[in-house]
């Protein structure tokens, strides 16, 4: 999708793979000024250099002092994308406190952070902005095992709804991005055993996951001015999942 980002500064969670990481570059290549921020520092430095430019940012976000030090003056942003996400695999009897935690703090408790931080430069600067959260279709449908990760997706869409009723009269829209599975390090991860892998992917009418690009594609066109009247909604990228 070729969408003209020139003049807008943005910013990127969990930028170092995946859809981040494919979400900078499109940004990068729209013009768009990009602030990439994820947790492996050798990410970021081969990201820099495919990205000339771009403003590396090396933090855990589900650590609420380092995320303060690193972003708490990261000054104006128009266009945030709250990627960065863990899978921790645990069946429900089994789930520990620090799964939880560790799920919540980056999955959820980073959204809240970065958007406060992002979203009070906005209005400050009473400038309008798109915030997306990159949620997925486990916000509807659960899996064995990923209980806290769907319990975290699910809880991101009432973030979404009530960030956008909050936030709307500011001009700041907020939406959602849910992705079937997308073979990325984490993709392979939930779809790992062949067998699974292969009836999920039957499961979907269109039999086949969604691409890093499609989902990158959505995620463009929430954040674009294409998208003007769309705010507290949701993008499913299911290959039709959800209707079958
Ligand atoms: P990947 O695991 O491929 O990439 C995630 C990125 O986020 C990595 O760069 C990772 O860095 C970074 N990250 C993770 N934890 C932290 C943290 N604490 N602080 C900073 N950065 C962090 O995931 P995907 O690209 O597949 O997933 C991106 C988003 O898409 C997630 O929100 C996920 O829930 C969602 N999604 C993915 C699906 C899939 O099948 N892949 C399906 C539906 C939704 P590092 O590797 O250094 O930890």
Known sequence: MKLNFSGLRSLVTGAGKGIGRDTVKALHASGAKVVAVTRTNTDL??????????????????????TEKALGDIGPVDLLVNNAAVVLKQPFLNITKEAFDRSFNVNLRSVFQVSQIVARDMINRGMAGSIVNVSSIAAHVTYPGLTTY???KGAMTMLTKAMAMELG???????????????TDMGKKISADPDIGRKLKERHPLRKFAEVEDVVNSILFLLSDSSASTSGSGILV??????S
């Open 45 to 66: 430095v081969s990201l820099a250099k495919e990205c000339p430019g771009i403003e590396p940012v090396c933090v855990d976000l589900g650590d609420w002092e380092a």
């Open 150 to 152: 769907c319990s975290t």
């Open 238 to 243: 299911d290959a039709g999942y959800l209707a």
């Open 169 to 183: 009269p500011h001009k700041i829209r907020v939406n959602s991005v849910n992705p079937t599975v997308v073979l």
